[in-house]
């Protein structure tokens, strides 16, 4: 039987028709440097915009640590002709859903609104980028919650400093060396003045991509969008200049560099990384496979022999970060009470070992490239993801068209790739190794270290 999938209208679809199918759009780029992306698809009567401006935490200075995420949080305070508090209450009056993030490279914001609300949501949206409108008020109340937000999720959370522990470790002198959420001391001493200088380079229309994707009339969401993004002024210096300004110099990981963090834990674990080329390169395509074929699903290779098999950990993963100037694989796991870390490690080193010398099977190759068509069919049908996507390959690669390509190039990929990957980037390769224990095994080592 053909496999099928449902689509919104409720119509039987052949799995390849749909993963065949194009996302259809239109480029263009405004006087002031803007580039717009339109994508329509009368499926829903919604519309999706996305607006991605090019700068994360890797674009700010040292001393700066956190300013890209902290005004991420500043743009729903209000804005030229937007009271703070109002920017949330006027989406919801007019039936909108809107949210935020920020990662090292980019900070994406998205506004879901009903077809008919379209002028609506491109004035809502513009009038972020209008002119700086910070208020010390704002300011300071949203200091104090990217702060609360630092102790929740990183500080006060089983396992929540890895990342803060792994940037600093990995990469030396440039600005992937610290945590997309900052540093509490550079967040306290940021002023008024700080965060206008902020905007005023980064927030400007010529470093910036919005795609609209949904139910809407191209010709109307064109001209729309040039009443009211067009009169936006560009920025002082253009986004090669941006691009260029953040200096970025990847020194390699010199051999295994450890450290051992205690935690309020019950379970031990084991966190590391190594240094892979950036997102979209072949090779790290091949990595995004490896990985997948090693940790999804129970039957996957780290899962089944060290859950199942020897029951020597309680939850164990990989995975890629893809970044525009560098790449990530990881891996981790969460080890069974009388377990040794050495042990477990021991364990990761041989499968992985076993990646490197080319001992993936064609059968494992399949069914995660199956895996991938799936998640790529499911993604693509929906108009946020789809808006996402499109905004992301343009503003990192100019080459939106890589919403339609991504996916052949994932299934080009063969055994002989991902084994050549693998050795040459993991092979008696640097990689950062954070051991997490837990506090009370501090004292005990205190303890022992006194007698």
């Given at each position: 039987?053909?496999?099928?999938?449902?689509?919104?209208?409720?119509?039987?679809?052949?799995?390849?028709?749909?993963?065949?199918?194009?996302?259809?759009?239109?480029?263009?780029?405004?006087?002031?440097?803007?580039?717009?992306?339109?994508?329509?698809?009368?499926?829903?009567?919604?519309?999706?915009?996305?607006?991605?401006?090019?700068?994360?935490?890797?674009?700010?200075?040292?001393?700066?640590?956190?300013?890209?995420?902290?005004?991420?949080?500043?743009?729903?305070?209000?804005?030229?002709?937007?009271?703070?508090?109002?920017?949330?209450?006027?989406?919801?009056?007019?039936?909108?859903?809107?949210?935020?993030?920020?990662?090292?490279?980019?900070?994406?914001?998205?506004?879901?609104?009903?077809?008919?609300?379209?002028?609506?949501?491109?004035?809502?949206?513009?009038?972020?980028?209008?002119?700086?409108?910070?208020?010390?008020?704002?300011?300071?109340?949203?200091?104090?919650?990217?702060?609360?937000?630092?102790?929740?999720?990183?500080?006060?959370?089983?396992?929540?400093?890895?990342?803060?522990?792994?940037?600093?470790?990995?990469?030396?002198?440039?600005?992937?060396?610290?945590?997309?959420?900052?540093?509490?001391?550079?967040?306290?001493?940021?002023?008024?003045?700080?965060?206008?200088?902020?905007?005023?380079?980064?927030?400007?229309?010529?470093?910036?991509?919005?795609?609209?994707?949904?139910?809407?009339?191209?010709?109307?969401?064109?001209?729309?969008?040039?009443?009211?993004?067009?009169?936006?002024?560009?920025?002082?210096?253009?986004?090669?200049?941006?691009?260029?300004?953040?200096?970025?110099?990847?020194?390699?990981?010199?051999?295994?560099?450890?450290?051992?963090?205690?935690?309020?834990?019950?379970?031990?674990?084991?966190?590391?990384?190594?240094?892979?080329?950036?997102?979209?390169?072949?090779?790290?395509?091949?990595?995004?496979?490896?990985?997948?074929?090693?940790?999804?699903?129970?039957?996957?290779?780290?899962?089944?022999?060290?859950?199942?098999?020897?029951?020597?950990?309680?939850?164990?993963?990989?995975?890629?970060?893809?970044?525009?100037?560098?790449?990530?694989?990881?891996?981790?796991?969460?080890?069974?009470?009388?377990?040794?870390?050495?042990?477990?490690?021991?364990?990761?080193?041989?499968?992985?070992?076993?990646?490197?010398?080319?001992?993936?099977?064609?059968?494992?190759?399949?069914?995660?490239?199956?895996?991938?068509?799936?998640?790529?069919?499911?993604?693509?049908?929906?108009?946020?993801?789809?808006?996402?996507?499109?905004?992301?390959?343009k503003t990192f690669y100019d080459t939106p068209g890589l919403i339609n390509t991504n996916i052949e190039r994932y299934m080009s990929i063969t055994l002989e790739d991902m084994q050549q990957a693998s050795e040459k980037y993991l092979k008696n390769a640097g990689r950062v190794i954070l051991e997490y224990l837990p506090k009370s095994q501090?004292?005990?080592?205190?303890?022992?270290?006194?007698?």
């Open positions: 039987m053909t496999p099928g999938y449902i689509n919104k209208n409720g119509y039987q679809l052949n799995l390849q028709e749909v993963i065949n199918r194009t996302v259809y759009f239109t480029e263009h780029t405004l006087s002031n440097g803007l580039k717009l992306i339109l994508t329509p698809d009368s499926s829903i009567p919604a519309v999706v915009l996305n607006l991605c401006y090019h700068v994360g935490s890797k674009n700010e200075d040292k001393n700066r640590r956190g300013y890209a995420h902290l005004f991420e949080h500043l743009m729903f305070e209000g804005s030229t002709n937007i009271l703070p508090g109002d920017y949330d209450r006027l989406s919801l009056q007019a039936g909108c859903e809107n949210n935020a993030y920020t990662t090292e490279d980019k900070t994406n914001y998205y506004l879901i609104a009903p077809s008919n609300q379209l002028e609506f949501a491109l004035w809502l949206e513009s009038d972020r980028m209008l002119g700086f409108s910070v208020t010390q008020e704002s300011l300071d109340v949203q200091k104090g919650v990217v702060i609360e937000e630092k102790k929740q999720v990183y500080d006060n959370r089983p396992y929540g400093s890895v990342s803060l522990n792994f940037a600093p470790l990995l990469y030396n002198n440039n600005g992937y060396s610290w945590d997309v959420i900052g540093d509490v001391k550079d967040l306290k001493k940021a002023t008024l003045e700080d965060i206008r200088e902020f905007y005023e380079k980064y927030y400007v229309p010529n470093n910036a991509v919005l795609t609209i994707a949904g139910d809407f009339d191209p010709d109307d969401a064109l001209r729309l969008t040039g009443k009211y993004f067009g009169s936006i002024k560009r920025g002082k210096f253009s986004a090669e200049e941006l691009s260029s300004s953040c200096a970025f110099i990847d020194e390699p990981v010199g051999g295994e560099v450890r450290k051992i963090i205690y935690d309020d834990i019950q379970l031990p674990g084991i966190f590391g990384a190594y240094k892979i080329p950036k997102e979209n390169t072949d090779e790290f395509l091949a990595f995004d496979l490896v990985t997948d074929i090693l940790s999804t699903g129970e039957s996957s290779r780290l899962y089944n022999e060290l859950v199942y098999q020897k029951q020597m950990v309680s939850d164990i993963g990989s995975w890629v970060e893809g970044r525009e100037l560098s790449g990530l694989l990881h891996f981790y796991a969460i080890l069974l009470p009388g377990v040794k870390i050495e042990d477990v490690q021991t364990e990761i080193d041989r499968i992985f070992n076993d990646v490197i010398e080319g001992k993936i099977t064609g059968h494992e190759l399949q069914k995660i490239k199956n895996r991938i068509e799936t998640r790529h069919v499911y993604r693509m049908q929906t108009n946020l993801a789809k808006a996402d996507s499109l905004s992301h390959f501090k004292k005990k080592a205190v303890k022992n270290k006194t007698k």
